[in-house]
């Protein structure tokens, strides 16, 4: 049943259809109890008496820190656990060194079944809790899937865990095996996609590991941990392995209140091997510690090395060189790199990564150290015999590809390049390597820190500067962090190096403090709404679209209020009961009061929408000035004439300080209202201030009842000066009045001070207040016509409805009688509580439902879009082309719409291949490629439905998010899919790296296997065929030869 029939009762449902779900089948999720009480939120940690050191005369107090949420709890590690072979006296597995105590303490939950978080330090040993987690599972002859976000780091568990545990299958996008293996390695989009279609796998499933879960930070596919956090049936134990992060606590009470199920947090407190962080200034005495071992900042070495610096410049001055340049040329970067590599070689400090946030720069680097070599001839003859069998299965023109043969070169002297650019075979080669201690120097980009366990001694940061898509910047806390951690290796070091060159200057030293010891980013939710994710929810009805979104990280605020917003209208509708029977004798006059109410109401809104938008008009703003007479009605300051003294800003809003009349000397503070108020505050203070806070809306209302007759004062004297907003002011009046209004100010705000409280006004501030009072007399009594600066004679066009309405309504209430009721605002003032009380019903009820939802607009949206293009119906069941759209993994509506026009079948299969590659090639290219007419029509065509579905999504409000259609591929596929060797498309493109091809044209499969896959879906052997001879077509040596984590011959390399 979806959730879209009944939104109004989102709860009630939730639970109906679980409880009914629940009997039905297993591995369905159940949604209920969903509230989460926000009291228990707030509840702290009370330490148990066991743990509370007897005396703690050194240690200062420690810091009142939230450890417990409602649905989670952060372990205590400071405390280690002296009992553990008891309470564990047979462990699922064992290591040959001491576990840890965070280690021992997520053990022993894992051991309760319950779910945990461990946010440890890079490098700690996070991997020993998952491979826990799948010795339990083994143990209890159940299923365990680890997932991980990049395919690297997959392939590289593969490996280990299959030495460990035996049992173990691996699946990406483009690679499977052993896919009924107890223990199941796979991507975070598999897992998703195995949850939406049922997988058999789910249903013995015991653990899931994520690994580097803070991935759900990723802008592009961060919403998929979401979705399948989600989508996890209740019974799997959820293990999540992260990189320190602030929020751990929130983020974990968010997995817990989604499951239903306890998340317990484990932290480490310090890095296992600590780091020592130094500048590099460049000369042999350059190295300058700024950040000690307990991470503390050290000034004075940081302005040891900007005086080297500085000095060193003006030296280079002296002898001609330019100061100021903010590059040096390859020349000088090849000679600086020369004397530091000696230097670090010289000091011990190899093996070490230089990351080096550019590709090209990772080549130029390497490139440049042609005199350099780090290794002994041993090793050169075991890296070259390392090499040749890891490239064995390659074709003879691929092994002589000259990015093979230059980094064989390479790494035959020590020395490693590591990024996207290099081919994934090459990229293996130089991971084994390094973890073998042979790469003694490798030049890597930002994924080389991701999760992969390959520490070194020492980091060098090339640059500190990432150009991130849009703009060059500094790193991110978070980023510096993740890439330093891959200093200092367990058991080898005792400290890690990490060093910053500063090539040209040394960076600020805030700049540098903030990315060194800057927070890292907390976890955001980066839940979206796709095509796929609602089709395959229409599809499944496992949970509608609505739940969702409402269990995203997202919205957890409004998914944890619903338990407030049900006490709150539990006592809403109390109210309402008691009104109700109230009600009776008022019988007679209810009907015309509650009539009263809703057409003031309906003209107030009005009115306050009109007012905002007319009084922000340059030519009423000129009005505005002081002196400015105004009739304004506010909170119990009803239909008064005032005098505009000055205007400020508050909140971005504008505010006028008002001089009005009174009957006293000081604001009288009238009762009406005072118990209209809904009293449904929780706590006593709360009620307190609520229930003495008349509510604007009731003076403004009975402000109407006295048709705007104004205020006149019994007595003579009495003034305040109010605060008001655009809301207050009912009319600007013609008249103004010549006053010093800052005296008039000055001077009242003296009398506010208690000494000064009876003196009496000052002189302009009397005459102010005379003139006020005989204007106000004057107008009442009618000597004097009261004139407004009004919109009424000076219509705007684009106003011209409201107005209308407004005119209609004034007119309404004028010649509505129920204020002549006698005791009207006693009655009224039921009519008004018993109203305020519906309104407040309709908007927890609003609350309560999917419609408050942020994304709530954008289903909508998305929902219009797909029927009108046929993928559902009416009643939103799944079509044909939304049964086709499924099957994608990615661009859904893209592929469908290719499909179903007809692109791709009357195409050959090298031309399909080539042309699906415009939908996932990113990069940009100088050069135009050249193409067939065939081709050149099939991205015409491309772009034509490209252009139609988003035309399709503007009108219905989305912007598009689909990246733009990229030809740049076009012709290197085609070559490659008619069968040209690798080294010959290679000369298409001197822009495009080997490795980025690969990548494409791996992804590309992906893409035709999902179009063959839905060509068999819909019955169309002959695309089906097509689809597969395609993928036949690309699918052949360098560019798919097997990984060396998971051929068989599995080539560890040893010396
Ligand atoms: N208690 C321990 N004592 C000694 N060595 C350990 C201990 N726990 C783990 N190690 C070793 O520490 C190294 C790093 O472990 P691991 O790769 O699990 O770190 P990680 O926390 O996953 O780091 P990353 O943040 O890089 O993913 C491994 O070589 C592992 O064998
Ligand atoms: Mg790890």
């Not at 190295?287 to 410049?313: N, W």
């Amino acid at each position: 049943m979806s959730l879209i029939k009944q939104e109004e009762d989102l709860l009630g449902l939730w639970q109906e259809e679980t409880k009914e779900d629940e009997t039905k089948q297993t591995g369905k999720i159940s949604l209920q109890n969903l509230e989460v009480d926000i009291d228990a939120d707030v509840a702290e940690v009370v330490p148990k008496e066991d743990i509370i050191p007897v005396l703690k005369i050194t240690e200062s107090a420690p810091l009142k820190r939230q450890t417990q949420l409602q649905w989670a709890e952060e372990l205590d590690i400071s405390c280690p656990v002296t009992d553990f072979e008891k309470k564990v006296p047979t462990m699922a597995k064992t290591w040959s060194f001491e576990l840890d105590t965070f280690q021992k303490k997520a053990i022993l939950k894992l051991e309760e079944h319950a779910n945990v978080l461990v946010a440890a330090h890079t490098s700690a040993g996070k991997t020993v809790v998952a491979e826990y987690a799948i010795a339990l599972s083994k143990r209890h002859m159940t299923r365990s899937i680890y997932t991980s976000p990049i395919k690297a780091l997959s392939n590289q568990k593969y490996r280990d865990f299959r030495e460990t545990f035996g049992d173990v299958g691996l699946i990406t996008g483009d690679f499977q095996v052993n896919q009924t293996a107890q223990c199941l390695i796979m991507t975070t989009e598999i897992l998703r996609s195995m949850l939406y279609c049922g997988s058999e796998v789910i249903r013995d499933l015991e653990y899931v590991v994520f690994d580097e879960v803070h991935y759900l930070n990723d802008s592009e596919r961060g919403h998929v941990w979401e979705e399948v956090l989600i989508l996890l049936p209740d019974h799997v134990s959820i293990v999540m392995l992260s990189a320190t992060i602030p929020n751990t606590l929130d983020f974990a009470n968010w997995v817990g209140a989604t499951k239903k199920k306890k998340v317990y947090v484990v932290s480490t407190l310090k890095r296992p091997v600590p780091l020592q962080h130094y500048l590099y200034t460049g000369s042999k005495t350059g190295l300058f510690l700024i950040v000690e071992e307990a991470g503390k900042f050290i000034e004075s070495g940081y302005d040891l090395a900007h005086t080297v610096k500085q000095t060193q410049k003006k030296q280079k001055a002296k002898y001609g060189s330019k100061e100021g340049k903010a590059h040096l040329t390859p020349k000088q970067e090849a000679t600086i790199w020369t004397v530091f590599v000696a230097q670090l070689r010289k000091e011990d400090k190899l093996p070490a990564v230089a990351f080096t946030l550019s590709r090209h720069r990772c080549d130029q680097n390497a490139r440049n150290l042609t005199t350099v070599d780090l290794t002994t001839g041993s090793e050169k003859s075991f890296i070259h015999r390392f090499f040749n069998k890891s490239i064995q299965n390659l074709k003879e023109p691929d092994r002589a590809l000259p990015q093979v043969v230059a980094l064989q070169d390479l790494l035959m002297r020590g020395i490693g390049v590591h990024h996207s650019g290099i081919l994934p075979i090459l990229k293996e080669i130089v991971e084994m390597l390094f973890q073998e201690g042979l790469v003694k120097l490798l030049f890597a980009t930002e994924t080389f820190a991701m999760g992969v366990n390959m520490p070194a001694r020492t980091v060098l940061f090339d640059s500190i500067k990432k150009f991130d898509g849009c703009d060059v910047r500094t790193l991110l806390p978070a980023e510096y962090i993740q890439m330093a951690g891959r200093a200092g290796r367990r058991g080898l070091d005792k400290t890690g190096t990490v060093i910053i060159m500063c090539k040209v200057d040394v960076p600020g030293m805030k700049e540098l403090e903030n990315m060194m010891l800057g927070k890292p980013m907390s976890l955001e939710s980066k839940f979206r709404l796709t095509y796929s994710m609602i089709l395959n929810l229409f599809r499944v009805e496992m949970i509608s679209v609505e739940g969702m979104m409402s269990h995203s990280f997202k919205e957890f605020r409004h998914l944890s209020q619903q338990k407030k917003y049900e006490k709150e209208l539990e006592t809403v509708k109390e109210k309402m009961k008691e009104i109700s029977s109230n009600t009776q004798q008022q019988g007679l006059h209810w009907k015309s009061l509650s009539d009263f109410y809703d057409m003031a109401a309906e003209y107030l809104q009005l009115w306050s929408e009109f007012r905002k938008e007319f009084l922000a008009e340059p030519k009423y703003v000129k009005e505005l000035t002081p002196g400015r007479m105004l009739l304004i009605s506010h909170k119990e300051h009803i239909n008064k004439l005032g005098i505009l003294l000055s205007l400020e800003t508050i909140k971005k809003d504008r505010a006028f300080r008002v001089l009005v009349l009174c009957n006293d000397e000081k604001t009288r503070t009238v009762d009406y209202g005072d118990e209209i108020q809904l009293s449904v505050a929780s706590s006593d203070k709360e009620k307190s201030e609520e229930q003495y806070k008349p509510d604007p809306l009731w003076y403004k209302m009975l402000g109407l009842a006295n048709k705007k007759k104004i205020f006149v004062p019994d007595e003579v004297g009495g003034h305040t000066i109010l605060t008001v907003t655009t809301d207050d002011i009912i009319d600007i009046v013609k008249n103004k009045v010549s006053v010093d209004t800052n005296l008039v100010i000055q001077d009242w705000e003296k009398r506010q001070i208690s000494r000064f409280r009876d003196d009496p006004p000052g002189q302009t501030c009397s005459q102010a207040v005379q003139r006020l009072t005989e204007f106000t007399k004057n107008v009442s009594s009618g000597t004097v016509p009261l004139e407004f600066v009004g919109p009424a004679k000076d219509i705007h066009l684009k106003n011209f409805d409201v107005l209308q309405k407004l005119n209609d309504l004034e007119q309404k209430l004028n010649d509505c009688t129920s204020m002549n009721i006698a005791n009207f605002e006693q009655l009224f003032k039921e009519v008004f509580r018993c109203k305020q009380l519906e309104q407040k019903r309709e908007d927890l009820l609003y609350k309560k439902s999917p419609r408050s939802l942020s994304l709530y607009p954008e289903f909508k949206e998305r929902v219009c879009v797909l029927q009108e293009l046929g993928y559902i119906d009416k009643n939103n069941s799944v079509q044909l082309k939304g049964r086709v759209a499924c099957e994608m993994g990615n661009h859904e509506l893209m592929i469908t719409e290719m499909v179903l026009h007809c692109v791709l079948a009357d195409k050959q299969p090298a031309e399909i291949a080539a042309l699906l590659s415009c939908l996932v090639f990113q990069q940009k290219r100088k050069t135009e490629p050249v193409l067939t007419e065939t081709l050149k029509k099939g991205v015409r065509q491309i772009e034509e439905i490209a252009k139609n579905v988003e035309c399709m999504e503007r009108k219905y409000g989305i912007e598009s998010g689909h990246d733009k259609l990229n030809s740049g591929l076009v012709e290197v596929v085609y070559e490659w899919a008619q069968g040209k060797p690798f080294c010959e498309i290679m000369q298409l493109t001197d822009d495009v790296q080997e490795g980025i091809i690969v990548r494409c044209i791996q992804q590309l499969n992906e893409t035709l296997c999902d179009v063959k896959n839905a060509a068999h879906r819909i019955g169309d052997p002959a695309l089906k065929q097509k689809m597969q001879e395609a993928s036949d077509a690309i699918k052949r040596d360098i560019v798919f030869v097997a990984s060396l984590y998971t051929s068989e011959d599995n080539p560890k390399p040893s010396l």
